[in-house]
């Protein structure tokens, strides 16, 4: 099984790429670049997949293309209450295209149902419908302390908890109880396709081997 993991600097993708890759699977790494200045974001994300390519043995492919529909946000006239379902649905879109250039069958993510306001199950539900993969979500029901254990395990916790800059287009008061209608008119305000080919014009590879 190939897997195209939609990793952040966070505690909980890295965790979830480390458990399927123990488990098995191939696994191609996504950095979408949510933030104007990125750079030490990137820097942490590169160096927790040679963690997580030391402590697998594998030599690992990370891709880093940069967010653009988060740069037209602020712009835009939409309902901000949806930023984060638009932010998703869209890292989705990026991910599923890579998957069928890396012929991957699915998207990998550190989602855990109800963490945060993005992932209630409405809003799980309202975000994964634009895509025709399946999305794997190994944390989805594991306790925050259970994924902090794990994250220990594999090497990343310590690189994960470094803090950074917030995200500038964060909403004040995220919708939790969002559904595919909804959202779809706040993301008929964009050019959904011309921004994922910007995205990917800017896009990187990198090639992580064990150390």
Do not use: W
Not at 10 to 35: N, R, W
Not at 38 to 56: F, H, M, P, R, Y
Not at 95 to 111: D, M, N, P, R, S
């Amino acid at each position: 099984m190939k897997l195209i993991c939609l990793l952040s600097s966070g505690i909980d993708s890295p965790v979830a790429a480390y458990l399927m890759l123990k488990q098995g699977a191939e696994v191609v790494f996504a950095h979408v670049s949510t933030k104007q200045e990125d750079a030490v974001s990137i820097g942490k994300t590169k160096k927790l997949i040679q963690k997580i390519s030391k402590e697998t043995g594998k030599e690992l492919k990370l891709i880093t293309l940069p967010h653009e529909l988060d740069f037209e946000i602020p712009k835009s006239d939409m309902d901000r209450r949806y930023t984060c379902q638009l932010c998703k649905r869209f890292m989705y879109r990026l991910a599923e295209q890579i998957a069928k250039k890396e012929k991957a069958e699915g998207i990998l993510t550190g989602e855990n149902l109800g963490q945060v306001a993005s992932q209630t199950l409405d809003n799980i539900l309202a975000q994964e419908k634009i895509v025709e993969i399946p999305v794997i979500r190994p944390l989805i029901g594991l306790d925050k302390k259970d994924i902090i254990d794990i994250a220990k395990q594999a090497g990343t916790y310590d690189l994960s908890i470094v803090s950074e800059k917030s995200c500038p287009v964060l909403p004040p008061n995220p919708a939790t109880r969002a559904n595919d209608k909804k959202v779809d008119l706040q993301e008929s305000k964009f050019d959904i396709e011309a921004l994922l080919n910007k995205s990917f014009s800017k896009s990187e590879v990198n090639i992580i081997k064990p150390m």
